[in-house]
C-alpha cells in the first residue's frame, strides 16, 4: 500500500493549519454548546440554572462579575469585616428551593434575627423581641390599646398572606390566552378569592391597592408603632406610607417566613452573600458550570429562535435554551435587538418604572453604639434597629424625595449583624448595614457621583442623633448608592426589585402584559429575573417558576 | 444590664452551700456558678434539675442560643450531672466488670462514652467515663457521669475488689463549651485544647485552678467540658467568661441543649428510654443494640471479657432478637404541608421538643421490603405499628421536622418509608416520614 496518501498528508493538500484549527474550532464549538444557557449569576440565576442542572440540562451560567450573587453578595471590604454590599436579610425565599435544591448539604443557614430595635426621637423606644408576652406589654407601654390591637393586626395579616401565598409559588395564569389550560387556572384562581372570608379577602384589597398608614391607622394610635410597621411599605419603592399603593408593599414583605413563622427576617449565616454562595455550590453539585467574569453582550438568534450568547470579547456559547436573568430592560432592550420584539412589548418595557430610590451605607465599628436609656444594653442589637420612629418622619422622608433629593432624616433599616454571625467582623469589632430611604436616583441639579459622601455624612449624622457617639466608633464606611448599585450589579436606576412594585408592574403584568410566564416573544429565550412575578427579594421564586416553565415547554417540543 | 449582681449572697461556692447555710431550708441546689449564671438569666425561668437550679433559658429566645452554639459557641452549666469518683489498685478491673464497654481501651487521658447493663442485658443507664490523666503513675482514677444515682449499683458489685467510689457530684462544677469556636477560645486558657482529640481528656489550669478538659459534650458539635472543683467555680467562670467575649458566645439553657442533643441522636435517660432498674415490665426497658449501640461491642468476638450483661447480650446478637432499632425520622415537608394546608393551619415549624411517644405506621402504600403483615416487634405492638417516635422537633439546620424513633428492626433500613401519626384539629394525621441514620446532623468539626 502506499504511504502517500496519508490523511496528514491529504490534509496537508488542502492546508493544514487551517485544517487543524478547524478541527479544535469544532470540538470547542461543541465544547461551547450547552442545553441551557442563563445569563447573569444573581440569585435569581443560579436558582434557575440549578432547577435546569437538576433535571438533566447541561447547563452554564455566565456571570459578568468575578463573583456571583448580583444584589446578595458580601464582601470583605476591611479584612476581617465583611460587608454586605447591598442585600442584608433573607426571607422571601421559598422554602421549597431548600428543599429541592438541597441547600442544608450545601450549608445553608438562616439565624435567627432575635429582635426590632426602634429607637424614637424623644429618647424612648420600642423593643419587640421573640416572646409574644414581653412584646404585648413593651407596646402596651406606648398604648394599652395597641397591645389588643397587634394580635388582632398580626391575625389579619397572617389570614391575608396565608391567602395569597400559594400565588408566589405559581406562574401567575395568561390572561390573554384561550388555551384551556390558562383559563382552568384562572377560574381556579378565583375560585381561591370567592373561598376567602369577607374580612380577609377585604383586607388584601385594601393592602393590595390602599395606603399602608390607613390599614394601620385603623388599627394602631401609637406613632412609634406605626412608625416600624409603616417601614416595610415603603422599601425599595417611590412612595411614602400615605401613597396609595404603600400598602402592597407592606404586604409584599410580610410574605415572606423564617421558619413559619410569617413575615419575619432571618441573616443568612455569611449574609446574603454567604447565600448565593450556598446556592453555586448547590447549583454546580447539579452539574450546571458556572463561568465567572463573562459579560454576555447579546444573545444570539436565528430565525426567531434563540441559539445561543456571545461574550463582549466575542466568544460565543451556544444552547436552544437561553435564559435571561437580568432586568427587563436589559432582557429586552439590549440583550436581543429590540426592532425583534412586538412594539406594544417594547414600549411597555420602556415605561417600566424603575426609579430607584434605595441606598446602603455599611459600616465598620469599634465597637456596639450606645442607646442613653438602656446603656450598656447590647442584646438590643441582635436584630434590626428601624429608624422610622414615626409615618410623619417617613412621609416626611419621602417628601424630600418626591422633589429629587435626598431626605435630610432618611429612614434607615440597621443591621448589626456581627452580633449574630461573629465571623462578620473581628472579635469585639463590628459591622452595620444601614438599608437606606430616600435616595432618589435621578437627583435634581446634581448627581450621584457628587452626593454620595455627603449622603453618607446625612446617614452617619441621623444615626448619632439616636446614638450618641455613633461617629466616633466608624473605622469604614462605604455609601452604595443607586446609581452605585447600576454600575455594580446591573440592576437599572438602582431599582432593588428590578422593576418597582406597583400594582400595573405585578402579577399579570410583570414585566409586561401577555409575558408574565418567563416566556418571550423569541422561542427558546427566557426570563427568570426579579423582574418576573412574583419580584425582587432574594426570594428564588422567579428562578424556579421559570425553570419549571422551560421544563415544561422542552417537554412538549417547544422553547 | 446589672452583670454580676446578687454575687454577694450566693457567692457560697459550692452546690452543698445551700443545705449548710443555718436557718435556710435547703429547698433547692444552685451549682459552683449560679453567682453568674443567675445574673445572665434574664427571664429568670428556672427548672430543678436534680434538685439544682438550671436555667431553662436565659435570654427570651431560646432559639437564638441554639444558633449560637452552632454557629460560635455556647456555654453550658452542666454541674447538676451526678458524679463519681473511683480508683483504687482495681479500678479498671472493676469497671471492666461492670460497664459494658471495654474499659481496657480506655488508657489515662481518654474518655468513653458507655452504658451498664442488668443481667438481661437491659439498660440501667448511659454516661460518660473520664480516665483522668494520671498525676503520678500510682495514681489511676476514673470520673464517670451519670442522670441519676448510681452509688449503691455500683457499690454493691465491688465484693472483693479494691476500689474506692466517692460520689462527688455537689463537689464539683461542669461547664460545657460547644461550638466551631469552642477549641480556639478554650486553647486560649488551656492550649492542650487545641490538640485535644475527640473524647480526649486533658489537666489544665484556668485562672489558676486545676481544672480536667474532656472533649466530650451533649450537643454533637466540637465541644469541650470543663470539670472543676466547686470551690474554685467562680474564678473558672470568669476567666472563660472573659475570654469568649466579642466572639458571640452565649450561655445556653436546658431547652437550647434539647434541640442541640436531638439533632445530634444523643438519647436522653427519661425522654427516649428508661432505666432497667425502675421498669415494671420489658416494653419500658432496653438493649443496648435496641438503643443504638451495637457499635460498643464490635469487639465481643476476639474477647472474652466479662461484664454484667455479656451473656444476655450475646444471645440477643446471635439469636437477633432486638425488638427495635434506633433511627432518626425525618419528615416528608410537602406531606407535612399539605396536612396542614388542608385544615386551613399554617404549618407549624416549631423548634421546641416535643418528648413523648408518637406512633409510626408502615407506609400502606408500600416501602417495599417490610413484610406487610408487620407485627414483628415485641409484645403488644400493633398490627401495622412501625415503631415509635420519642423526641420531635422542627429542625433549625436541617430546615426538617426531625426524631429520634425506635424502628422494627425490619422497617429499620435508612430510606423506609412509614407514617408518623400527629394530632391536627384535634384528631390523628398520618404524614410521610422517611428513616434515616443517626445523627442527623453531624458536622465534620465534631470529631476533626
Ligand atoms: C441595596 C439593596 C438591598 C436589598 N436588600 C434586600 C434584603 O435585605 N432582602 C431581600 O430579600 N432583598 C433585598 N434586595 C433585593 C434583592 O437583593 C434583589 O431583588 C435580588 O437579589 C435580585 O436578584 P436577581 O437574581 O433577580 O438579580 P441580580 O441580583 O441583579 O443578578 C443579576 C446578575 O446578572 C449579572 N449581569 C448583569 N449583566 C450581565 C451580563 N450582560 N452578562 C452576564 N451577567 C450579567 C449581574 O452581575 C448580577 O450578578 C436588596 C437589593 C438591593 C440593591
Request: glycine share 12%; aromatic share 12%; no cysteine.
Given at each position: 500500500m502506499s504511504t502517500k496518501k496519508t490523511p496528514a498528508k491529504a490534509a496537508k493538500k488542502r492546508g493544514a493549519p487551517a485544517s487543524t484549527s478547524l478541527a479544535s474550532a469544532k470540538a470547542s464549538?461543541?465544547?461551547?454548546?450547552?442545553?441551557?444557557?442563563?445569563?447573569?449569576?444573581?440569585?435569581?440565576?443560579?436558582?434557575n440554572g440549578a432547577y435546569l442542572a437538576k433535571a438533566g440540562l447541561r447547563t452554564l451560567i455566565l456571570e459578568r462579575r468575578h463573583l456571583v450573587g448580583g444584589a446578595a453578595i458580601t464582601e470583605e471590604l476591611r479584612p476581617g469585616f465583611w460587608f454586605t454590599t447591598f442585600s442584608y436579610a433573607l426571607s422571601l425565599l421559598r422554602p421549597q428551593i431548600v428543599q429541592d435544591l438541597e441547600l442544608v448539604k450545601h450549608g445553608f443557614m438562616p439565624l435567627l434575627m432575635s429582635s426590632t430595635f426602634a429607637p424614637m426621637e424623644n429618647g424612648d423606644y420600642l423593643w419587640l423581641t421573640q416572646d409574644h408576652g414581653q412584646n404585648l406589654k413593651e407596646i402596651a407601654r406606648h398604648s394599652k390599646r395597641d397591645a389588643d390591637a397587634y394580635e388582632q393586626y398580626g391575625h389579619d395579616l397572617s389570614k391575608v398572606v396565608q391567602a395569597l401565598k400559594p400565588l408566589f409559588d405559581q406562574a401567575p395564569p395568561d390572561l390573554f390566552s384561550d388555551d384551556p389550560e390558562e383559563l382552568l387556572a384562572l377560574t381556579q384562581l378565583g375560585r381561591r378569592f370567592r373561598s376567602l372570608d369577607k374580612r380577609t379577602l377585604h383586607n388584601a384589597v385594601r393592602l393590595l391597592t390602599g395606603s399602608a398608614a390607613d390599614f394601620l391607622d385603623d388599627y394602631f394610635e401609637s406613632e412609634i408603632l406605626k412608625g416600624y410597621l409603616a417601614s416595610s411599605s415603603i422599601i425599595g419603592t417611590k412612595v411614602g406610607p400615605r401613597s396609595q399603593g404603600s400598602g402592597l408593599v407592606l404586604l409584599f414583605h410580610a410574605m415572606g417566613e423564617h421558619d413559619g413563622e410569617f413575615g419575619a427576617w432571618s441573616f443568612h449565616k455569611g449574609g446574603n452573600g454567604g447565600f448565593t454562595q450556598v446556592l453555586a455550590r448547590a447549583a454546580q453539585a447539579f452539574g450546571a458550570e458556572i463561568r465567572l467574569e463573562s459579560p454576555v453582550a447579546a444573545v444570539i438568534t436565528k430565525n426567531g429562535r434563540a441559539t445561543g450568547v456571545a461574550l463582549t470579547d466575542g466568544t460565543e456559547f451556544y444552547a436552544d435554551t437561553v435564559v435571561s436573568a437580568l432586568d427587563p430592560r436589559h432582557t429586552f432592550l439590549e440583550l436581543v435587538d429590540p426592532r425583534e420584539l412586538p412594539d406594544d412589548l417594547v414600549e411597555t418595557v420602556q415605561r417600566y418604572r424603575f426609579q430607584g430610590t434605595?441606598?446602603?451605607?455599611?459600616?465598620?465599628?469599634?465597637?456596639?453604639?450606645?442607646?442613653?436609656?438602656?446603656?450598656?444594653?447590647?442584646?438590643?442589637?441582635?436584630g434590626f434597629t428601624n429608624i422610622g420612629p414615626s409615618i410623619d418622619y417617613l412621609e416626611r422622608a419621602f417628601?424630600?424625595?418626591?422633589?429629587?433629593?435626598y431626605s435630610s432624616r432618611p429612614y434607615i433599616d440597621g443591621a448589626i449583624q456581627s452580633t449574630i454571625d461573629p465571623d462578620m467582623a473581628p472579635p469585639g469589632r463590628h459591622v452595620m448595614s444601614c438599608f437606606i430611604q430616600y435616595t432618589p436616583y435621578k437627583l435634581r441639579e446634581s448627581d450621584w457621583d457628587a452626593e454620595q459622601e455627603n449622603l453618607g455624612d446625612t446617614v452617619q449624622r441621623?444615626?448619632?442623633?439616636?446614638?450618641?457617639?455613633?461617629?466616633?466608633?466608624?473605622?469604614?464606611?462605604?455609601?452604595?448608592?443607586?446609581?452605585?448599585?447600576?454600575?455594580?450589579?446591573?440592576l437599572s436606576e438602582g431599582n432593588i426589585f428590578a422593576g418597582e412594585f406597583f400594582a400595573p408592574q405585578m402579577f399579570f403584568f410583570r414585566p409586561a402584559p401577555g409575558w408574565s410566564q418567563y416566556r418571550t416573544p423569541i422561542d427558546g429565550y427566557y426570563q427568570c429575573g426579579s423582574g418576573t412575578h412574583p419580584g425582587g427579594c432574594v426570594m428564588g421564586a422567579p428562578g424556579k417558576l421559570a425553570a419549571e416553565r422551560i421544563l415544561k415547554d422542552r417537554g412538549k417540543g417547544r422553547g | 444590664m446589672p452583670k454580676r449582681e446578687g454575687q454577694k449572697k450566693t457567692d457560697a461556692p459550692r452546690g452543698a452551700g445551700a443545705t449548710r447555710d443555718a436557718g435556710e431550708a435547703a429547698v433547692v441546689r444552685t451549682s459552683p456558678f449560679h453567682a453568674r449564671t443567675a445574673a445572665l438569666n434574664q427571664v429568670q425561668l428556672w427548672s430543678h434539675w436534680s434538685n439544682y437550679l438550671a436555667a431553662g433559658r436565659y435570654q427570651l429566645s431560646d432559639k437564638a442560643e441554639y444558633f449560637a452554639v452552632r454557629n460560635a459557641a455556647g456555654i453550658f452549666d452542666s454541674s447538676p450531672l451526678y458524679k463519681y469518683r473511683i480508683g483504687g489498685p482495681d479500678a479498671e478491673a472493676?469497671?471492666?466488670?461492670v460497664l459494658a464497654r471495654d474499659i481496657w481501651a480506655c488508657p489515662p487521658g481518654r474518655a468513653q462514652y458507655t452504658c451498664w447493663l442488668d443481667d438481661d442485658g437491659f439498660v440501667v443507664e448511659d454516661g460518660v467515663v473520664l480516665h483522668l490523666p494520671q498525676s503520678r503513675p500510682s495514681v489511676n482514677e476514673y470520673l464517670l457521669t451519670s442522670a441519676e444515682p448510681n452509688l449503691a449499683w455500683f457499690a454493691d458489685r465491688v465484693g472483693r475488689l479494691d476500689v474506692r467510689i466517692d460520689e462527688v457530684s455537689d463537689d464539683m462544677g461542669t461547664l460545657a463549651l460547644q461550638g466551631p469556636r469552642s477549641r480556639g477560645l478554650l486553647a486560649k486558657l488551656v492550649p492542650q485544647a487545641e490538640t485535644l482529640p475527640y473524647f480526649g481528656v486533658t489537666a489544665g489550669k484556668i485562672g489558676g485552678a486545676a481544672v480536667t478538659v474532656s472533649r466530650t459534650g451533649f450537643t454533637g458539635d466540637l465541644g469541650y467540658e470543663i470539670w472543676v472543683d466547686a470551690g474554685d467555680g467562680l474564678r473558672v467562670w470568669d476567666e472563660l467568661w472573659d475570654a469568649v467575649q466579642g466572639h458571640g458566645v452565649q450561655q445556653f439553657g436546658l431547652d437550647a441543649l434539647n434541640m442541640l442533643r436531638i439533632e445530634a441522636g444523643m438519647l436522653e435517660l427519661g425522654a427516649d428510654f428508661d432505666s432497667s432498674r425502675y421498669a415494671f415490665n420489658d416494653a419500658h426497658r432496653s438493649t443496648p443494640l435496641e438503643l443504638g449501640w451495637g457499635w460498643m461491642f464490635g469487639d465481643l468476638k476476639r474477647d472474652d471479657r466479662?461484664?454484667?450483661?455479656?451473656?444476655?447480650?450475646?444471645?440477643?446478637?446471635?439469636?437477633?432478637?432486638?425488638?427495635?432499632?434506633?433511627?432518626?425520622?425525618?419528615?416528608?415537608?410537602?406531606?407535612?404541608?399539605?396536612?396542614?394546608?388542608?385544615?386551613?393551619?399554617?404549618?407549624?415549624?416549631?423548634?421546641?421538643?416535643?418528648?413523648?411517644?408518637?406512633?409510626?405506621?408502615?407506609?400502606?402504600?408500600g416501602a417495599g421490603g417490610a413484610a406487610a403483615s408487620g407485627g414483628q416487634g415485641g409484645s403488644g405492638v400493633a398490627l401495622g405499628q412501625a415503631g415509635y417516635a420519642t423526641s420531635f422537633m422542627y429542625s433549625p439546620m436541617l430546615q426538617r421536622h426531625i426524631a429520634i424513633a425506635r424502628m422494627r428492626p425490619d422497617l429499620a433500613k435508612p430510606g423506609t418509608r412509614v407514617k408518623l401519626e400527629l394530632t391536627v384539629d384535634h384528631h390523628y394525621e398520618q404524614v410521610a416520614a422517611h428513616v434515616a441514620r443517626l445523627p442527623l446532623y453531624n458536622p465534620e468539626r465534631k470529631t476533626a
Open positions: 464549538r461543541a465544547e461551547r454548546t450547552y442545553d441551557a444557557i442563563v445569563v447573569g449569576g444573581g440569585h435569581n440565576g443560579l436558582v434605595s441606598s446602603k451605607v455599611n459600616f465598620a465599628l469599634d465597637g456596639l453604639p450606645r442607646f442613653p436609656a438602656l446603656p450598656g444594653r447590647e442584646d438590643v442589637f441582635r417628601d424630600e424625595g418626591k422633589y429629587g433629593w441621623t444615626l448619632e442623633s439616636f446614638f450618641p457617639g455613633f461617629g466616633d466608633l466608624v473605622l469604614q464606611r462605604e455609601v452604595v448608592t443607586p446609581l452605585h448599585i447600576e454600575r455594580t450589579v446591573g | 472493676f469497671l471492666a466488670g466479662a461484664f454484667v450483661g455479656r451473656r444476655a447480650l450475646e444471645a440477643e446478637i446471635a439469636g437477633k432478637t432486638s425488638r427495635w432499632a434506633m433511627r432518626g425520622l425525618v419528615l416528608d415537608w410537602q406531606d407535612y404541608d399539605q396536612v396542614y394546608d388542608e385544615a386551613g393551619l399554617i404549618p407549624p415549624k416549631d423548634h421546641t421538643p416535643v418528648i413523648g411517644d408518637s406512633m409510626l405506621y408502615e407506609d400502606a402504600a
